[in-house]
C-alpha cells in the first residue's frame, strides 16, 4: 500500500511530529484539560445566554477561525507525495552533489505538482501549466529543482512576472474566469509580449491537459550549472520522464470531468500510490561545455527557448520513484516551501533574468504565506542533515531552544565551539568574471520570439495540431475582437498552415503581414511530439 518505505530518512525524521489518536485516549485541550462535553457549550441556564467564561468553547472556536493560511499567489492547487531519488552511475565528472556521486544512496524527495492560475478548490482539468517542483533530503541541505510540465516560460526577466500573473489570474473587477486561460486580460498581455509564443504554443497544446501527474514531464527550465570537484564548470538543463510516458486527456474529457470529478489528477496521484503502483519518473540531463555557450541560434539564457534533442541528447541518469502519501495535506503539501535558492554545492545559477528574479520571489512570498521567518522548521521543511546551526534567533514561531550565552560572530565566550564557525566544505559560488555596465537592457540574442514557436508547431502529429487549433478557436472565440485579430495577426509569425486554420475557425483574416524574416524555415523535432513517446503505458 502507500505507507511503505520506512527506510526513508525524510520519512523517519517526520514521526516524531505525528500525532496518532488510541481508542481510548481521552479528549483535551490544547492545554491538556480533559474535556467531558464537546456537545453543550457553558450556558446560564438550558435556554440561556453562552458565558463568555466558556473558555473551552472559546479555544475550539478561536482555533477554527484561525485555521486558514494564505494560499500561494500562483501555483495555489497542488498535490504532493513522499518518494526517492537514485543515480544509476557517479555523476562525479560533471557535479561535485554529494546526492549524485553514489548508486547505492537513498535520497529522500517530496514532490507537488499543481496548477498555477486557479485558487485551492479549482479544477484539475483546466488548460495550464503544471507546476513539478521536487525537493531533494540530501546530506549537505535541501536542493530544491522547483520546475513545471513544459521546459519553457512565458517571459524572459522576472520584472514582467506580476503583470504576467495579473493578466493569467482571474480578472480584478470580477474574480472571472476562476481557472481558464480564455479570457481578455491573459490574450492582451500575450499579444502585445510577443516572447509569450512559444510558450502560449504549449499552452494551447495537449501537454497542458494532462490525463495524469504520472504521465507528465518535468523540467527545471532554465539553464543551471554543474560543478565538479575541480571547480570545472557545465551548463545543464534537467528533465523528468515519466516512465509510463507522456499521456493527455481531450478537451471534451476535461469539460466534463470538470463536472464529474474536478480532483482527477489528484486523486490518480493518491491511488496510484495506495495501490502500490508508483509513478516513476528518470531525470535526465542535457549537458553544454562552457564552451559551446554562444554556438546555438538562441541563448542559453533565454527561459523561452529549449534546447532540441537533436542537438543535445538528454542523458537518463537516475531515477525517482513516488510510493507515500502524506498523512496530512496541510502540514505537508499545503506547508512546504520550495524556492529556487534552495541549493546543493556542485550545482549553481546562471544569469536567466527570470531565475534570477525568482531567487529572490519564493522566500520572500513563504515568509507571508507560512507567518515568518522560522518556516524553515516546520517538519516537512526541515533538512535531514545539521541545519540553523547559526546565530538566527527569536522570531515568531520559534522552536528550537538554542542554549548558551552567545549569538553572535565572532565571540571568544563560548566554549567547544571555533571562534569563527564556518564549514569546511559548504557552498562556494561559481566564480563567474562578470565586467559590464549597470544597465536596463535585454541581449538582442533574445529577439528571436517565434523560431520555437514554429518548432514546436512543425514537430506535432496531425492529431496534435487539431487540437492546438481547436484550443486557439476556443480560447480566441472569449477574448475581443480586437485582441482576437492581434493573436491572428501574430500567429503568422510562426505558420501560415496554422494561422489560416484559427482564422478560418474565426471567421476573421489577417489584417497585416508577419515580422521580415518569419515563419522561419525549420526543422521539426520528433522529441517534442507526445506521440511520438517511447515507453507507453
Ligand atoms: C510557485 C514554478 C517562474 C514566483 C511555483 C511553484 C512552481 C513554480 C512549481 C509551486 C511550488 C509549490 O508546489 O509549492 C515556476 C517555474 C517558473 C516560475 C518553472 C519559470 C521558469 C516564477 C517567477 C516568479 C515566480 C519568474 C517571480 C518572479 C512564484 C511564487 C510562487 C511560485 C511567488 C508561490 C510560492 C509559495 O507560495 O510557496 N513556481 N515558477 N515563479 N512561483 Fe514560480
Known amino acids: 500500500g502507500g505507507k511503505t518505505n520506512a527506510g526513508n530518512a525524510k520519512v523517519k525524521a517526520l514521526e516524531p511530529f505525528r500525532v496518532h489518536v488510541q481508542e481510548d485516549d481521552e479528549l483535551t485541550t490544547n492545554q491538556g484539560l480533559k474535556i467531558v462535553d464537546n456537545q453543550n457549550s457553558l450556558r446560564a441556564g438550558p435556554r440561556g445566554p453562552t458565558l463568555l467564561e466558556d473558555f473551552i468553547l472559546r479555544e475550539k472556536i478561536t482555533h477554527f477561525d484561525h485555521e486558514r493560511i494564505p494560499e500561494r499567489v500562483v501555483h495555489a492547487r497542488g498535490a504532493a507525495a513522499h ?5 544509476y552511475e557517479s555523476l562525479a565528472p560533471l557535479t561535485r552533489a554529494k546526492f549524485l556521486q553514489d548508486p547505492s544512496k ?25 507546476g513539478f517542483a521536487t525537493k531533494f533530503y540530501t546530506e549537505e541541505g535541501n536542493f530544491d529543482l522547483v520546475g513545471n510540465n513544459m521546459p519553457v516560460f512565458f517571459i524572459q526577466d522576472a520584472i514582467k512576472f506580476p503583470d504576467f500573473v495579473h493578466s493569467v489570474k482571474p480578472e480584478p473587477h470580477n474574480e472571472i474566469p476562476q481557472a481558464s486561460s480564455a ?3 491573459l490574450w492582451d498581455f500575450v499579444t502585445q509580449q510577443t516572447e509569450t509564443t512559444h510558450m502560449i504554443m504549449w499552452l494551447m497544446s495537449d501537454r497542458a491537459i494532462p490525463r495524469s501527474y504520472a504521465n507528465m514531464e518535468g523540467f527545471g527550465v532554465h539553464t543551471f550549472r554543474l560543478v565538479n570537484e575541480d571547480g570545472k564548470s557545465r ?5 523528468w520522464k515519466p516512465k509510463l510516458g507522456v499521456h493527455s486527456l481531450v478537451w471534451d474529457e476535461t469539460q466534463k470531468l470538470a463536472g464529474k470529478n474536478s480532483d482527477i489528477n489528484r486523486q490518480d496521484l493518491w491511488e496510484q500510490i495506495e495501490a502500490g503502483a508508483f509513478p516513476e519518473w528518470e531525470l535526465g540531463l542535457q549537458i553544454v561545455e562552457e564552451s559551446d555557450e554562444m554556438k546555438f541560434d538562441f541563448d542559453l539564457l533565454d527561459p523561452t527557448k529549449l534546447i532540441p534533442e537533436e542537438l543535445v541528447p538528454v542523458k537518463i541518469v537516475g531515477k525517482m520513484v513516488l510510493n507515500r502519501n502524506p498523512d496530512n495535506y496541510f502540514a505537508e503539501t499545503e506547508q512546504v516551501a520550495f524556492c529556487v535558492s534552495n541549493i546543493v554545492p556542485g550545482i549553481d545559477f546562471t544569469n536567466d533574468a527570470l531565475m534570477q528574479g525568482r531567487l529572490f520571489s519564493y522566500l520572500d512570498t513563504q515568509l507571508l504565506r507560512l507567518g515568518g521567518p522560522n518556516f524553515h522548521e516546520i517538519p516537512i521543511n526541515q533538512p535531514i542533515c545539521p541545519f540553523r546551526i547559526n546565530n538566527q534567533r527569536d522570531g515568531l514561531h520559534r522552536q528550537a531552544i538554542n542554549v548558551g550565552k552567545t549569538n553572535y560572530d565572532i565571540n571568544s565566550i563560548s ?39 514554429t518548432l514546436f508547431w512543425l514537430s506535432m502529429s496531425p492529431v496534435e495540431q487539431d487540437h492546438i487549433v481547436k484550443a486557439f478557436t476556443f480560447e480566441l472565440s472569449k477574448v475581443q475582437e480586437v485582441i482576437r485579430q ?29 515580422q521580415p524574416g518569419f515563419p522561419k524555415k525549420v526543422t521539426p523535432s520528433p522529441a517534442l511530439s507526445q506521440m511520438n513517446t517511447k515507453k507507453d503505458s
Open 235 to 239: 551548463f545543464v538543463k534537467f528533465h
Open 183 to 185: 479570457h481578455d486580460t
Open 106 to 130: 537513498i535520497t529522500p524527495v517530496f514532490v507537488r505538482f499543481s496548477t498555477v492560475g486557479g485558487s485551492r478548490g479549482s479544477a484539475d482539468t483546466v488548460r495550464d501549466v503544471r
Open 83 to 87: 518518494g526517492y531519488f537514485q543515480v
Open 415 to 453: 566554549k567547544g565551539l571555533p571562534k569563527q564557525s564556518i564549514a569546511k566544505r559548504g557552498y562556494v559560488s561559481y566564480a563567474e568574471r562578470i565586467d559590464a555596465n549597470k544597465i536596463r537592457e535585454r541581449s538582442a540574442t533574445f529577439d528571436d520570439h517565434f523560431s520555437q514557436a
Open 486 to 514: 492581434r493573436m491572428i495577426n501574430q500567429l503568422q509569425n510562426v505558420d501560415n498552415v496554422l494561422t489560416q486554420r484559427v482564422a478560418h475557425n474565426l471567421g476573421l483574416l489577417p489584417t497585416e503581414g508577419p
